[in-house]
């Protein structure tokens, strides 16, 4: 139940973000991104306590975190980080579970490759050492 709380919280605050552009119900978009990225770390944190990573609401919450971490802060090598460890524990359970959730985490892996910035493209150095902070 938890988990799925701080899921919900999560989802709430970035379509809060997106719709207000920021600004809503008194608070700054700092506090909006701060929030929603701590709600979706917890329930990342959570759920690795409460949950077998091959769970659905485990897997719907490194997701979401790591989209978020891309389109509120930009940190795409943390979110590249986070899904590559999650994929690889995952990938140690196939025996068990079976492949779906090994198939979402690789096509988590798949769209965060779209954000890493190509080698030789203008202003690509930058991008990098900009994403690989945090």
């Known amino acids: 139940g938890i988990c799925l709380y701080f899921y919900l919280l ?3 605050y970035l379509l809060l973000h997106s719709v207000s552009k920021g600004q809503a119900a008194g608070l700054n978009e ?5 929030k929603c ?6 329930g990342v944190s959570t759920a ?4 077998e990573i091959v769970d659905p609401l485990r897997l719907l919450c490194i997701y979401s975190w790591c989209n978020a971490l891309i389109i509120l802060k930009n940190k795409v090598q943390k979110a590249k980080l986070i899904a590559d460890q999650s994929f690889n524990l995952a990938s140690m359970h196939t025996n068990v579970i079976g492949t779906e959730s ?3 985490l690789q096509r988590l892996r798949d769209d ?9 493209v203008d202003g690509a150095s930058k991008n990098l050492a900009q994403n690989s902070e945090g």
Do not use: N, W
Request: net charge negative.
């Open 48 to 51: 690795a306590s409460a949950l």
């Open 30 to 34: 700092d506090s909006i991104v701060e």
């Open 37 to 42: 990225l701590s709600s979706f770390e917890s």
């Open 112 to 120: 965060i490759m779209l954000y890493v910035p190509k080698p030789g």
């Open 102 to 104: 090994i198939e979402l």
């Open 10 to 12: 999560g989802d709430a």
